[in-house]
């Protein structure tokens, strides 16, 4: 069974945000007006900022500068504290290391939202709308079981959603591997913000396996996770500029 | 027909005078103003009820704000009952039997509403079931529901089995009451007729869940302040959150009870039951309550910056000398400052100046519980602050409807049952309970 880990080389990446744009028409994330944009209300499972966050950390007087940005998909911690804290089960890790969303069950008290570091979970203040014609244009991918919502599917009010690796793509290469009668193989499938970097700096693949990329790139000395020492393990792993 | 008996009490047509009294205009409008206030509150939470909680001033990463300081507050103000009546009661203080079951009482009634708190905060709150179906006990809300729910079961017990003997008198006395009145006072009195033996059965019984309930305030409030204090984020994870919250609960509680005595004591008219020198009690406890306050705040504050560690600093500056400045030091204020000048040097035998220092001490930690809540969310250690309107929590007026409300829905509840139920014990403030039983009366 795969373990799944995406590696975002920062030294290639030009911040140009494809991989947002790309995660919102994929997962159906709606756009919010502006003012509610204001009251941190936009929904950006792959979020694109600059560096540093931590406003103690120096980053020079104009026109002595340094810019860095940072790409921030969830971080699919192997020890996730979103999950530890969730009363009913809504929010999973699977057994490929996806730490999933269960939009059916979530009863949207926000705990995970105030347990993850990373700030990586959203929730649903308002009912999900988009601007015609957008609303006839979403992925009409869902992933849908008795009790079980994920994935694009639209979100009802008032739950918490997040990056799931594009979860139902996963489900749509293993399902078309076993309709093709041959087994799945981890390259089968990426996520969409992979599938979509202008820079070609994220990479996906199975960290359990040694000859994948992404092992190889974990070696790396210029790899790191980020808030490493809250002890979170995330399989989102960075390799450093320079 | 059964003989009954009743301890005599020489103040007893004063406890049950407010059983007697007309509802007059007056108590009209009041009844009528607070009815008015919870209703605003109920409008406001069905406006957020059907369009969601975006109704409210949260957003992102301030997920939790009001809502979550009444939760805080509500359980805290609730352990006033438990201490009063438990832990006075271990600890044989016989100067708490007057006061008992006004605290109780406080303790009964404010459970529910920090319980409504935490659904009112629910995205979605009609899947409130799933904690039972799916309820995960790695969760610390799972602990919180447990503790809560154990300790509202046990408050009403506690709360009923030492009620039961002056329903019992409420039955053979108030037999001019309307007729539903008095049937429900038979059926609650479950038969209790006064023999030595049942009383001898109370106490007993009392006594042991005493023990049980002095365990309940320490784990209940422990186990909240876990909600916050099992994450890993800066300014909540630290181990000294569970005996902070512990402190502050009892302090802000106990306050509480000084307030609602001053009242029952001027509207009902009971100086000679409510002598001065419980207040001068109390006020010994409050002092002790503000300096361990006090001890507490220092602990955690100097740890934090001496460490100067780079994810807690951002927290601390925000309450110091950041957006939440004139919060925190109204707060150092209110809860230390003016209390404890109040209680050591004008509080003696003054009741007035008693009760201005608990409701200053009231606003005082309700403030506290939201500096704990939301300063910490608003410096998380990576979300781009670039974000417009970073951290930029304003509650809207459906949040302020509904915590009006609740204090409303609180204090109209407190009232109705002063007019029902006797709030002094009787039973419990005879000269000598135990052995006089002098009247006995008939009851068919």
Redesign the interface.
């Known amino acids: 069974m795969a373990r799944w880990s995406m590696v975002i080389d920062l030294d290639k990446c030009v911040a140009c945000q494809g991989c947002s744009i790309a995660c919102r028409a994929e997962n159906n994330t709606p756009a919010v007006a502006?003012d509610?944009?204001?009251?941190?209300?936009?929904m950006r499972w792959n979020?694109v900022?600059?560096l540093p966050?931590?406003?103690?950390e120096e980053t020079g007087v104009y026109p002595n500068v340094t810019t860095r940005y940072i790409p921030?998909p969830c971080m699919h911690c192997e020890n996730p504290?979103c999950i530890?804290?969730?009363?009913?089960?809504?929010t999973f890790k699977n057994s490929e290391g996806i730490v999933e969303q269960n939009y059916a069950?979530?009863?949207?008290?926000?705990?995970c939202?105030?347990?993850c570091?990373?700030?990586v979970r959203?929730?649903?203040?308002?009912?999900a709308a988009w601007e015609a014609p957008m609303e006839q244009h979403l992925n009409p991918d869902r992933v849908e079981d008795p009790g079980l919502l994920e994935g694009p599917a639209v979100r009802?009010?008032?739950?918490?959603e997040k990056c799931t690796y594009c979860i139902h793509r996963l489900k749509k290469a293993q399902a078309q591997a076993e309709a093709e009668n041959r087994p799945f193989r981890p390259d089968d499938y990426v996520p969409a913000c992979v599938q979509t970097c202008t820079g070609k700096a994220r990479f996906f693949g199975d960290m359990d396996d040694p000859d994948s990329t992404v092992s190889r790139m974990i070696k790396s000395t210029r790899a790191f996770r980020?808030?490493e020492e809250?002890?979170?393990s995330p399989k989102t792993i960075y390799l450093r500029e320079g | 027909m059964a003989l009954t008996y009743h301890p005599y009490n020489k103040n007893e047509s004063v406890i049950l005078d407010p059983l007697l009294r007309r509802v007059t205009a007056r108590d009209l409008i009041l009844w009528g103003g607070l009815l008015i206030l919870f209703g605003l509150g109920v409008y406001a939470y069905l406006t957020q009820w059907f369009s969601g909680l975006g109704e409210t001033g949260l957003g992102r990463p301030v997920y939790w704000g009001l809502y979550i300081t009444n939760f805080v507050f509500f359980i805290g103000l609730a352990h006033s009952g438990t201490f009063i009546s438990a832990i006075l009661r271990l600890a044989g203080a016989g100067w708490r039997k007057p006061l008992t079951r006004a605290a109780e009482a406080i303790t009964l009634f404010s459970l529910p509403f920090g319980v409504g708190s935490i659904l009112i905060d629910m995205g979605r709150s009609d899947r409130v079931l799933n904690i039972i179906f799916f309820g995960r006990f790695q969760s610390p809300l799972l602990w919180d529901i447990s503790a809560v729910s154990l300790y509202l079961f046990s408050s009403i017990v506690f709360f009923y089995l030492s009620l039961l003997p002056d329903i019992a008198l409420c039955r053979d006395r108030l037999t001019n009451v309307p007729a539903w009145w008095q049937k429900m006072y038979r059926l609650l009195s479950l038969g209790w007729t006064g023999r030595p033996e049942q009383f001898e059965r109370l106490e007993k019984v009392l006594d042991g869940m005493a023990i049980f309930m002095t365990l309940l305030v320490v784990t209940v409030h422990t186990v909240v302040s876990w909600v916050f204090g099992m994450t890993v984020q800066p300014g909540w994870h630290t181990a000294l959150i569970g005996p902070f919250f512990l402190v502050g609960a009892i302090f802000s509680g106990t306050a509480a009870v000084v307030i609602v005595l001053a009242l029952l004591r001027r509207v009902y008219h009971m100086e000679n039951v409510l002598p001065v020198n419980l207040f001068n009690y109390l006020r010994k406890l409050l002092i002790v309550f503000t300096v361990a306050w006090l001890y507490m705040m220092l602990a955690e504050f100097l740890t934090t910056g001496y460490g100067n560690l780079a994810d807690e600093m951002p927290v601390l500056w925000q309450k110091f000398t950041g957006d939440f400045a004139l919060l925190f030091w109204t707060m150092g204020i209110t809860v230390f400052i003016l209390p404890i000048i109040i209680f050591i040097f004008l509080g003696k035998n003054n009741i007035g100046w008693m009760v201005v220092a608990c409701i200053s001490v009231n606003i005082g930690m309700w403030i506290e519980r939201f500096l704990v809540i939301v300063p910490t969310e608003t410096r998380p250690r990576f979300v781009s602050s670039l974000m417009d309107g970073f951290a930029n929590y304003r509650p809207t007026w459906v949040e302020i409807a509904i915590t009006i409300g609740l204090f409303s829905g609180l204090a109209l509840l407190y009232l109705i049952f002063t007019r029902f139920f006797p709030i002094i014990p009787i039973w419990e403030t005879t000269e000598d309970s135990e052995t006089v039983l002098l009247t006995s009366e008939n009851h068919a």
């Not at chain 1, 509610?36 to 936009?42: D, E, I, K, M, V």
């Not at chain 1, 966050?53 to 103690?56: G, K, L």
């Not at chain 1, 069950?105 to 705990?111: A, D, P, S, V």
Request: aromatic share 12%; proline share 11%; charged share 15%.
């Open positions: 502006p509610q944009a204001q009251l941190g209300r936009a979020d900022f600059p966050v931590n406003s103690s921030r504290p530890r804290v969730c009363p009913v089960g809504a069950r979530c009863i949207g008290c926000r705990f939202t105030v347990g570091p990373y700030g959203y929730f649903n203040w308002h009912k009802p009010l008032g739950v918490v980020v808030l809250v002890g979170t």
